[in-house]
């Protein structure tokens, strides 16, 4: 069992950056994928950032809308991942759910919401 809790998000103004963390209670060395998605009311969750354990190493993907401003991580001591994120814009404003799948299995976070505005 993986219980996984979002932290980092809040208000901040149009250009400005934000870290937002993503702990894990379980290990999650052998993960399938992990990941950042955001969620605007009235619309699908949507992914922002993944990484997808492959035979040689990790694939990471970001939606078009973030590349280049956006950079996923962990730490894989400290069970945690992270997304920075840089020269954030109004657009970008939404609850942040951080996600793992381990053995078929996806676990989500309940979220952090994230405010661009001036």
């Known amino acids: 069992q993986v219980q996984l809790v979002e932290s980092g998000g809040g208000l901040v103004q149009p250009g400005g950056s934000l870290r937002l963390s993503c702990a894990a209670s379980?290990?999650?060395?052998?993960?399938?994928?992990l990941g950042w998605y955001r969620q605007v009311p009235g619309k699908e969750r949507e992914m922002v950032a993944s990484?997808?354990?492959?035979?040689?190493?990790?694939?990471?993907n970001y939606a078009d809308s973030v590349k280049g401003r956006f950079t996923i991580s962990r730490d894989d001591a400290k069970n945690t991942v992270y997304l920075q994120m840089n020269s954030l814009k109004p657009e970008d404003t939404a609850i942040y759910y951080c996600?793992?799948?381990?053995?078929?299995?996806?676990?989500w976070g309940r979220g952090t919401q994230v405010t661009v505005s001036s």
């Open positions: 996600k793992v799948a381990i053995l078929n299995t996806d676990y």
């Open positions: 379980g290990r999650i060395l052998r993960f399938q994928s």
């Open positions: 990484v997808t354990s492959i035979i040689s190493g990790a694939y990471t």
